[in-house]
T-cell receptor, first 115, second 121 residues
Framework: AQSVTQLGSHVSVSEGALVLLRCNYSSSVPPYLFWYVQYPNQGLQLLLKYTTGATLVKGINGFEAEFKKSETSFHLTKPSAHMSDAAEYFCAVSGVTGGGNKLTFGTGTQLKVEL | GAVVSQHPSRVICKSGTSVKIECRSLDFQATTMFWYRQFPKQSLMLMATSNEGSKATYEQGVEKDKFLINHASLTLSTLTVTSAHPEDSSFYIC?????????????????FGPGTRLTVL
């Protein structure tokens, strides 16, 4: 069984400030971890993913995340927030199972960027 | 590449009617498609997994007779909400897995459609 916990349903930062969105996971098999972004009334866009290899993963739009097995975490960061980063962010976990790579999503974090 | 479309993007229907939502992979063949629903301010919940040419696998608590899924080809899956009621109003999102592109990691990335907003009056 797999689950994802996103701490903080709403995060507010100033433009130019550091963005930190927290994600902790639980998985009985080696996890694949993902961050997606969703703009209003749109589908999901993949920001980045961790499958194997390097634990620090760089994604699009300047985002990155680090897989920390000891902490079962996969927090998303961006050094400097931009107004266009305001959106809903979802962390997700998957494992290679007979279910064909099903994703389990966290409850999401709404990021607000203020001037 | 790896574009998934959904049609319609928005639909409003009367209670008791049926609504069909299409999910298409535009530039790749999709062995598997997933259907999710998302209530306002909530996360995506997997409804069912659809494999081409076989019956869909529904998640626990999802009524298969109410949410009919047909995956007739490698590029098209449809979700039909039968006898829709106001509580079925939601944002429905599909995703697709590319065929034969497992990569070194063994994981097949899901590509998401833009979603369909269903409102049942």
């Amino acid at each position: 069984a797999q689950s994802v916990t996103q701490l903080g349903s709403h995060v507010s930062v100033s433009e130019g400030a550091l963005v930190l969105l927290r994600c902790n996971y639980s998985s009985s098999v080696p996890p694949y971890l993902f961050w997606y972004v969703q703009y209003p009334n749109q589908g999901l866009q993949l920001l980045l993913k961790y499958t194997t290899g390097a634990t620090l993963v760089k994604g699009i739009n300047g985002f990155e995340a680090e897989f920390k097995k000891s902490e079962t975490s996969f927090h998303l960061t961006k050094p400097s927030a931009h107004m266009s980063d305001a959106a809903e962010y979802f962390c997700a976990v998957s494992g290679v199972t007979g279910g064909g790579n099903k994703l389990t999503f966290g409850t999401g974090t709404q990021l607000k960027v203020e001037l | 590449g790896a574009v998934v479309s959904q049609h319609p993007s928005r639909v409003i229907c009367k209670s008791g009617t049926s609504v069909k939502i299409e999910c298409r992979s535009l530039d790749f063949q999709a062995t598997t498609m997933f259907w999710y629903r998302q209530f306002p301010k909530q996360s995506l919940m997997l409804m069912a997994t659809s494999n081409e040419g076989s019956k869909a696998t529904y998640e626990q608590g999802v009524e298969k007779d109410k949410f009919l899924i047909n995956h007739a080809s490698l590029t098209l899956s449809t979700l039909t909400v039968t006898s829709a009621h106001p509580e079925d109003s939601s944002f429905y999102i599909c995703s697709a897995i590319t065929r034969g592109l497992s990569g070194t990691s063994g994981y097949n990335e899901q590509f998401f459609g833009p979603g369909t907003r269903l409102t049942v009056l």
